[in-house]
């Protein structure tokens, strides 16, 4: 294994030694297989390919202080992945599959889960895709789930650095009554234009505007968005966001610290009554924000005047990621261990 420096991993994707591979046949999930390969063999016809029959996760293992290796909610993501399934008339991976792969997966690859103390961690793809042949519009009758992993860094450059994003209000993300609620690849293909128009503009990522109305917070294209003010905690209700199981143990927390939680429609205007704002995923579990233009009006709302993130956005980053790695004491039963 060439030598990794751990502290300074992007998060992209580093070639690992295994993945793991099952197969829905005849009506039934087969034996999990295992491959070095990176490549997959699929039928040209393969609905994947044609009509989009592909859903996938995204969840990390870490390593804490005691060498110990664990999982962050894998039966959250796993739920996720089945409604995903659901959704666009894919077999639904059983529970217990789900697991006894990811934990086959990351103990294959166990030497790439990143020391404790570098900021980084192993970074677990689960991926769902139709695999049988249709020339028709059909679900197919086959399908494969394969999970490979890969050691990563922080989804920003910026780490936990306040970052700027903007409003594209000329592009919509995913339909209301869509598929904006679930994991699947065409939300983010829909994204990539306005996000690589943001990034050339300079900005970090870009904030999406509801579908229907245009005047509320949607999400980010990699991230949930949240709000603070008044020792509350605020984030967008809407029917297209995907539900993020970082922003539902971020809302937790801030229970456990005495704040307010509110899920509701987030009015463009109520940006600048915020005393601070953020986005949060697994990816990034949570990246402050420290600008916010509207590449319509041209409108900019700033936040962390002082170049830091703010107070509550430091402590909640810092509880999530001390549970994760073992640091705090886990009350909700969040952590399970890879034996």
């Known amino acids: 294994m060439q030598n990794i420096e751990w502290s300074k991993l992007p998060f992209g994707y580093f070639k690992t030694d295994y993945n793991v591979r099952c197969f829905y046949r005849n009506g039934q999930w087969g034996e999990i297989e295992v491959s070095s390969s990176e490549i997959i063999n699929i039928h040209m016809a393969a609905t994947c390919l044609h009509y989009g029959q592909e859903a996938f996760e995204g969840m990390k293992a870490y390593r ?25 008339m894919m077999a639904k991976p059983p529970l217990d599959l789900f697991h006894k792969m990811i934990t086959k997966a990351v103990r294959l690859n166990e030497k790439y889960v990143p020391p404790y103390g570098h900021g980084a961690s192993l970074y677990i793809r689960p991926l769902l895709v139709g695999t049988g042949a249709q020339v028709g519009v059909n679900p197919a009758k086959e399908y494969m789930l394969l999970i490979f992993v890969t050691p990563v860094g922080p989804y920003f450059k910026e780490g936990f650095n306040p970052v700027s994003i903007q409003i594209a209000g000329d592009y919509d993300r995913a339909a209301p009554q869509g598929t904006g609620n679930i994991k699947v690849g065409g939300n983010y293909a829909g994204s990539l234009q306005p996000t690589e128009r943001a990034k050339a503009e300079g900005y970090a990522a870009v904030l999406f505007l509801d579908a229907k109305e245009n005047k509320y917070i949607d999400e980010a294209g990699p991230a949930n968005f949240f709000g603070i003010k008044n020792n509350t905690y605020i984030t967008p209700e809407s029917t297209s966001i995907l539900p993020s199981i970082t922003n ?25 009554t915020f005393e601070e704002i953020g986005a949060c995923g697994t990816a990034a579990i949570i990246t402050p924000i420290r600008k916010i ?39 909700h039963g969040w952590i399970t261990f890879v034996e």
């Open 64 to 88: 804490g202080k005691d060498e110990r290796i664990r999982f962050f909610r894998w039966e959250d993501n796993a739920k996720r992945l089945q409604d995903s399934a659901e959704g666009i």
């Open 248 to 272: 539902k143990s971020i809302m937790q927390l801030a229970k456990d610290e005495g704040m307010t939680v509110e899920q509701r429609k987030v009015p463009v205007e109520e940006l600048e």
């Open 293 to 331: 233009t509207d590449r319509k009006t041209g409108k900019t709302y700033e936040f962390c005047k002082d170049g830091k993130a703010g107070p509550v956005s430091t402590k909640l980053y810092k509880k999530l990621q001390d549970i994760q790695y073992g640091e705090e004491t886990d009350k």
